[in-house]
C-alpha cells in the first residue's frame, strides 16, 4: 500500500466511536491525505470522501490504485472521491448515488501537507504567498488584506483569533498597507512582529493572526455549522458523527449544533483529548478535541 504521509489524529478512537460496519458506506467529509479513510476501508466499510482541496485529488487516485492492486476490480464500489465543501453534503451524497450514511467523519482545519507546503499561505513559519485558500478558488488572503478596513480586520483578529492586541495589530497591518501591498506570509509576520508588544507571549505573534485570516477565507466555521447539520440529516437512525476539533472556537460549534438538535443524542459529555502516545505519533493531536454523537430516532407522528 501508498504510504500515507502522516499518522491520522487519534485514529483508534476516531474508529471505535464511528464503529465501522462491514460493507456500509461511511463519510470522511475531510480526505486529507485519506489516513482516517485507508483505516474505515481497511475495517470493511466502504468511504464517500470529500475534500475543498484539489491536491487532496492525488490521495484519492493512490488510493484507488491500492484498492485494485488489493484485487478489488471495482474501487468505486467502495470507495467514492468527491472534490467540494462537507457543507455540500447532501448534494455529494445524491451525486454519487447515496440518500443516507452509516456515520460521518470530519477532522477539521489544514492538514499537515497544506501546512508543509509553503506556497499555500498557511503556515507562519514558511515564507510563500499570501494564499491561504484551501479550495484555490474565491478572494485570497492577501485580497482579504488588500480590502478589509481597521475595523473588520480588528473584529477578525478578535473573533476568529481570539487575539487580545487584534485592535493594535490591525492598525499596523493598515499601516503597512499603504507603504506597500501585503503579498507574502514573511511580510505579515515581520508586520506582526514589529506590532506586537514586547514582554512575555503565550505562542508566536503571528499564530493568532494567521488562524483568523484562514477561518475567514475559507469560511470555516461557516462551512461547519452547515456541514454538521447536512451530517446528521444524512445519517440513518443510530448512525454516528465523530468530529477533531483544533481549537475552542470550532469545537464551541461542534458542542452546540450537536447539543441543539432533538435527532442526536452527544456520547461525550466533555471532548475525548489525546494521550501521550497519540501526541508522540502525530504532534497536531495535542490540540485535538474529539467529539461523537448518535442519531435517535425523533418520536415521529403520534397518531
Ligand atoms: C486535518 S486534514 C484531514 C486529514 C485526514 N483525516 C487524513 O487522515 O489525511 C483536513 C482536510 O479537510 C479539508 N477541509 C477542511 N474544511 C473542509 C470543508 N469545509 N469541506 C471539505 N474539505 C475540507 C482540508 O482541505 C484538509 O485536506
Same mark, same amino acid.
Given at each position: 500500500?501508498?504510504?500515507?504521509?502522516?499518522?491520522?489524529?487519534?485514529?483508534?478512537?476516531?474508529?471505535?466511536?464511528?464503529?465501522?460496519?462491514?460493507? +456500509?458506506?461511511?463519510?470522511?467529509?475531510?480526505?486529507?491525505?485519506?489516513?482516517?479513510? +485507508?483505516?474505515?476501508?481497511?475495517?470493511?466499510?466502504?468511504?464517500?470522501?470529500?475534500?475543498?482541496?484539489?491536491?487532496?485529488? %492525488?490521495?484519492?487516485?493512490?488510493?484507488?490504485?491500492?484498492? +485494485?492492486?488489493?484485487?478489488?476490480?471495482?474501487?468505486?464500489?467502495?470507495?467514492?472521491?468527491?472534490?467540494?465543501?462537507? +457543507?455540500?453534503?447532501?448534494?455529494?451524497?445524491?451525486?454519487?448515488?447515496?440518500?443516507?450514511?452509516?456515520?460521518?467523519?470530519?477532522?477539521?482545519?489544514?492538514?499537515?501537507?497544506?501546512?508543509?507546503?509553503?506556497?499555500?499561505?498557511?503556515?507562519?513559519?514558511? *515564507?510563500?504567498?499570501?494564499?491561504?485558500?484551501?479550495?484555490?478558488?474565491?478572494?485570497?488572503?492577501?485580497?482579504?488584506?488588500?480590502?478589509?478596513?481597521?475595523?473588520?480586520?480588528?473584529?477578525?483578529?478578535?473573533?476568529?483569533?481570539?487575539?487580545?492586541?487584534?485592535?493594535?495589530?490591525?492598525? %499596523?497591518?493598515?499601516?503597512?498597507?499603504?507603504?506597500?501591498?501585503?503579498?507574502?506570509?514573511?511580510?505579515?509576520?515581520?508586520?506582526?512582529?514589529?506590532?506586537?508588544?514586547?514582554?512575555?507571549?503565550?505562542?508566536?505573534?503571528?499564530?493568532?493572526?494567521?488562524?483568523?485570516?484562514?477561518?475567514?477565507?475559507? *469560511?470555516?466555521?461557516?462551512?461547519?455549522?452547515?456541514?454538521?447539520?447536512?451530517?446528521?440529516?444524512?445519517?440513518?437512525?443510530?448512525?454516528?458523527?465523530?468530529?477533531?476539533?483544533?481549537?475552542?472556537?470550532?469545537?464551541?460549534?461542534?458542542?452546540?449544533?450537536?447539543?441543539?438538535?432533538? *435527532?442526536?443524542?452527544?456520547?461525550?459529555?466533555?471532548?475525548?483529548?489525546?494521550?501521550?502516545?497519540?501526541?508522540?505519533?502525530?504532534?497536531?493531536?495535542?490540540?485535538?478535541?474529539?467529539?461523537?454523537?448518535?442519531?435517535?430516532?425523533?418520536?415521529?407522528?403520534?397518531?
Amino acid at each position: 500500500m501508498t504510504e500515507v504521509p502522516h499518522v491520522p489524529v487519534m485514529l483508534e478512537r476516531c474508529l471505535e466511536a464511528l464503529a465501522p460496519l462491514e460493507d +456500509r458506506w461511511f463519510v470522511d467529509g475531510t480526505f486529507g491525505a485519506g489516513g482516517h479513510t +485507508r483505516a474505515l476501508l481497511a475495517r470493511g466499510a466502504k468511504v464517500v470522501a470529500i475534500d475543498r482541496d484539489p491536491t487532496a485529488l %492525488a490521495h484519492a487516485h493512490a488510493l484507488d490504485a491500492d484498492l +485494485r492492486t488489493a484485487g478489488v476490480a471495482d474501487p468505486r464500489e467502495r470507495f467514492r472521491f468527491v472534490a467540494g465543501n462537507f +457543507r455540500d453534503l447532501a448534494d455529494h451524497l445524491r451525486a454519487v448515488g447515496l440518500e443516507a450514511v452509516d456515520g460521518v467523519l470530519l477532522d477539521l482545519g489544514v492538514s499537515s501537507m497544506q501546512l508543509d507546503e509553503g506556497p499555500r499561505g498557511f503556515a507562519f513559519r514558511h *515564507d510563500g504567498p499570501l494564499d491561504m485558500r484551501m479550495s484555490g478558488a474565491g478572494p485570497s488572503a492577501a485580497d482579504l488584506i488588500r480590502d478589509a478596513d481597521v475595523a473588520d480586520l480588528a473584529a477578525w483578529l478578535h473573533k476568529y483569533g481570539e487575539e487580545r492586541h487584534s485592535r493594535r495589530l490591525a492598525h %499596523a497591518i493598515v499601516a503597512a498597507r499603504d507603504e506597500a501591498p501585503i503579498e507574502t506570509t514573511g511580510r505579515l509576520v515581520e508586520i506582526l512582529q514589529r506590532a506586537y508588544p514586547p514582554g512575555p507571549r503565550r505562542d508566536h505573534p503571528a499564530r493568532r493572526t494567521f488562524q483568523a485570516l484562514r477561518i475567514v477565507v475559507n *469560511d470555516e466555521l461557516g462551512a461547519l455549522e452547515a456541514g454538521l447539520h447536512a451530517a446528521v440529516d444524512a445519517l440513518t437512525p443510530g448512525g454516528r458523527i465523530a468530529v477533531l476539533a483544533y481549537h475552542s472556537l470550532e469545537d464551541r460549534v461542534v458542542k452546540h449544533a450537536l447539543r441543539d438538535r432533538a *435527532d442526536v443524542e452527544a456520547r461525550t459529555k466533555r471532548p475525548l483529548e489525546a494521550t501521550e502516545s497519540e501526541i508522540d505519533a502525530n504532534p497536531r493531536a495535542r490540540s485535538a478535541k474529539l467529539r461523537l454523537a448518535v442519531k435517535v430516532a425523533t418520536g415521529g407522528d403520534p397518531t
